[in-house]
């Protein structure tokens, strides 16, 4: 009996080129400007699956020592949640150290229950209450954080 040969991935994450919008037609319309926008002051990375986008994910500096982390992901990311959040977390803890960043957070959207549990798996814990009104289109959103040097730095 041979062997068998392990499957060739066909998940994997890359650098973020602005390119990689148009692999992503399910991206909000505005998402290319906005993305373009922030290039030179994020880390981005592309999370690909079938040769198709299914994540684009990224933290953004707000200053020197403060990053704000966002994603954009397709429903079918989803079906691949454990393979996205170890390279997520990974590519997170990496870039964040070698920043040197005191400060991480996110928001999501106050009923995303899901997002809130992944933001809390990946180290971000909840700061807030509900904040109404502070979602692009007025949603109540809910802000999560992580103090990578601890509370006191």
């Not at 933290?59 to 020592?65: E, K, N, Q, R, S």
């Not at 966002?70 to 997170?92: G, M, N, S």
Request: charge should be positive; hydrophobic fraction near 40%; aromatic fraction near 12%.
């Amino acid at each position: 009996m041979q062997p068998s040969t392990p499957a060739i991935s066909n998940k994997f994450v890359t650098e973020f080129r602005i390119q990689d919008v148009d692999h992503a037609p399910w991206l909000p319309a505005n998402a290319k400007p906005l993305l373009e926008k922030i290039l030179g002051q994020s880390a981005i990375w592309t999370g690909w699956v079938d040769g198709k986008v299914v994540a684009v994910c990224g933290i953004t500096l707000v200053h020197p020592h403060y990053g704000h982390c966002w994603t954009y992901l397709h429903p079918d990311a989803l079906t691949h949640r454990y393979w996205l959040h170890r390279r997520t977390k990974r590519i997170l803890q990496n870039y964040v150290r070698a920043s040197k960043l005191f400060r991480v957070d996110a928001v999501c959207l106050a009923s995303h229950v899901e997002a809130s549990i992944w933001l809390d798996r990946l180290g971000l814990k909840r700061e807030s209450g509900p904040m109404r009104y502070y979602g692009p289109q007025g949603e109540t959103m809910v802000r999560h954080v992580w103090f990578p040097r601890g509370i006191n730095g």
